[in-house]
């Protein structure tokens, strides 16, 4: 069994009853795995796939936007499609069949989806799920011979983390969550100004997912299939959605990739709107009333990380406050800053944030290649203002190409365990957690992904009808 991860579970179990019980149950079991040497994903390159044959699981608001951008892709073949409910295959066969593609196969029930993981006419299993079969999906994709990329988190538990983490090592398939902030233009340009030394040693960053859902999702009848969604609001604490605003933010401080997190501290406030809606919501419609009574999280989680190499990162999660959208994005160095939200975007390589023709010549000079190779293509496409088909464009490419993708497994892992870690912290008076490294060491040898266009860049986008 690999030593950090042996020291992380004596520390967790030398810790309080109360963040024991937070954290899985079976840790112990798969750490007492064989400590043989795994095969390090960082930096894998699979072998080339002209075609890219998708099976595409959870077609509801987030599959079928996925399938309409995917359908623009060169050398992307949509062959299976899987659904809990019928009705959700019978709108996404209609968005292919408008636009004169092949109809896939479809699958339904309740685990369709193994099928599907199955068939042998699947490359890539793509999962826009609800939260829970996000790994489970995933892990037997990976089992039988398929690469995985999976809406976020990635995993919910600790476990999964590292169950992600073996599965993908042992068969050698990629597991990609699909974070699209990371390709957001903004984000995209301070990571490779961040990579060309512009902010110098970063030392600080803050992120978070400042997102009102509360009247037109969570305390919404159709918002969310079975209201899954506020479901997982229900009875847990911490950071619950953390990798919006950490994904951008860990790539410019290379976690994973020279650095990595090392602990954390979270503190929760209490919930002060979602009990209150539902109860006054249950007082005049009965299907609310088993939502009434129940303990929610709380509405702002702040989460501070400090990694190996002595930096920080703040990341906030609110789903449930009436304030403006937010993922802050700040990178802080020792040259210089940018930050996002609020708005405009702003750079700053001194003391006053620059002026207009200033940020122009940023722009000119560190817009990284992919977004002058697709950028206006991903902008007339669509999909959160183009940054998710940057996304889908650039994991295409790089299968068809044979390249490494931007983000790992490890990536997934680190990422998604602060879900877990941030609720067994912040249940806890905010003790301080340890994060585990699932690279195992690796992370001092591995090295950041390629912002370039070498070897790649070569598929090309269909005019397909609308």
């Keep these: 069994m690999p030593t950090n991860r042996r020291s992380f579970l004596r520390n967790v179990a030398l810790g309080s009853g109360a963040i024991a019980s937070a954290l899985p149950d079976n840790s112990y079991a798969h750490a007492m795995q064989s400590a043989q040497a795994p095969f390090n994903m960082c930096g894998f390159a699979a072998p080339k796939l002209s075609t890219v044959r998708i099976g595409l699981v959870g077609t509801g608001s987030r599959g079928t936007g996925a399938i309409d951008r995917l359908s623009y892709i060169d050398g992307v073949q949509i062959t299976a499609l899987c659904d809990k409910y019928p009705k959700h295959l019978e709108k996404s066969q209609a968005i292919l069949n408008k636009k004169g593609l092949p109809a896939p196969k479809t699958y339904t029930g309740e685990e369709g989806w193994k099928a599907l993981c199955e068939s042998n006419d699947v490359d890539l299993v793509y999962v826009t799920t609800p939260w829970h079969l996000h790994t489970p999906i995933s892990v037997y994709a990976m089992k039988h011979g398929k690469h995985a990329a999976s809406e976020v988190p990635a995993a919910k538990t600790i476990d999964e983390c590292w169950e992600l983490v073996e599965t993908s090592e042992k068969t050698r398939q990629h597991m990609m969550m699909l974070e699209n902030c990371c390709y957001d233009f903004f984000e995209l340009l301070t990571l490779n100004m961040a990579r060309n030394?512009?902010?110098?040693?970063?030392?600080?960053?803050?992120?978070?997912?400042?997102?009102?859902?509360?009247?037109?999702?969570?305390?919404?009848?159709?918002?969310?299939?079975?209201?899954?969604?506020?479901?997982?609001?229900?009875?847990?604490?911490?950071?619950?959605?953390?990798?919006?605003?950490?994904?951008?933010?860990?790539?410019?401080?290379?976690?994973?990739?020279?650095?990595?997190?090392?602990?954390?501290?979270?503190?929760?406030?209490?919930?002060?709107?979602?009990?209150?809606?539902?109860?006054?919501?249950?007082?005049?419609?009965?299907?609310?009333?088993?939502?009434?009574?129940?303990?929610?999280?709380?509405?702002?989680?702040?989460?501070?990380?400090?990694?190996?190499?002595?930096?920080?990162?703040?990341?906030?999660?609110?789903?449930?406050?009436?304030?403006?959208?937010?993922?802050?994005?700040?990178?802080?160095?020792?040259?210089?800053?940018?930050?996002?939200?609020?708005?405009?975007?702003?750079?700053?390589?001194?003391?006053?944030?620059?002026?207009?023709?200033?940020?122009?010549?940023?722009?000119?000079?560190?817009?990284?290649?992919?977004?002058?190779?697709?950028?206006?293509?991903?902008?007339?496409?669509?999909?959160?203002?183009?940054?998710?088909?940057?996304?889908?464009?650039?994991?295409?490419?790089?299968?068809?190409?044979?390249?490494?993708?931007?983000?790992?497994?490890?990536?997934?892992?680190?990422?998604?365990?602060?879900?877990?870690?941030?609720?067994?912290?912040?249940?806890?008076?905010?003790?301080?957690?340890?994060?585990?490294?699932?690279?195992?060491?690796?992370?001092?040898?591995?090295?950041?992904?390629?912002?370039?266009?070498?070897?790649?860049?070569?598929?090309?986008?269909?005019?397909?009808?609308?």
């Design 197 to 466: 030394g512009m902010f110098g040693e970063i030392l600080h960053a803050e992120g978070a997912y400042i997102h009102d859902l509360g009247k037109d999702y969570l305390l919404n009848k159709t918002g969310y299939s079975d209201m899954w969604r506020l479901k997982e609001n229900t009875g847990h604490q911490g950071n619950l959605y953390p990798t919006h605003g950490l994904g951008p933010i860990a790539q410019c401080m290379n976690i994973n990739r020279g650095d990595k997190f090392d602990h954390l501290v979270s503190m929760s406030t209490s919930d002060f709107t979602l009990a209150p809606a539902l109860k006054e919501l249950a007082a005049n419609d009965d299907f609310f009333k088993p939502y009434a009574g129940k303990t929610y999280r709380g509405n702002m989680n702040t989460t501070i990380i400090k990694t190996d190499l002595g930096k920080t990162l703040m990341v906030q999660h609110d789903v449930s406050s009436p304030r403006p959208y937010s993922r802050i994005h700040l990178v802080s160095g020792t040259k210089g800053a940018a930050q996002k939200y609020p708005g405009p975007e702003r750079i700053a390589l001194g003391h006053s944030w620059m002026k207009p023709e200033e940020l122009k010549g940023m722009y000119d000079k560190y817009t990284p290649p992919i977004v002058r190779h697709i950028g206006d293509i991903a902008k007339n496409v669509g999909g959160h203002g183009g940054m998710d088909f940057i996304m889908d464009w650039r994991l295409i490419d790089c299968l068809r190409n044979g390249l490494p993708l931007d983000q790992d497994v490890y990536d997934a892992a680190s990422w998604s365990s602060i879900m877990p870690l941030s609720e067994a912290s912040a249940i806890n008076r905010s003790k301080t957690v340890d994060v585990p490294d699932f690279t195992r060491g690796a992370w001092k040898q591995n090295k950041p992904h390629d912002m370039t266009l070498n070897g790649g860049g070569t598929t090309g986008v269909r005019a397909v009808l609308k």
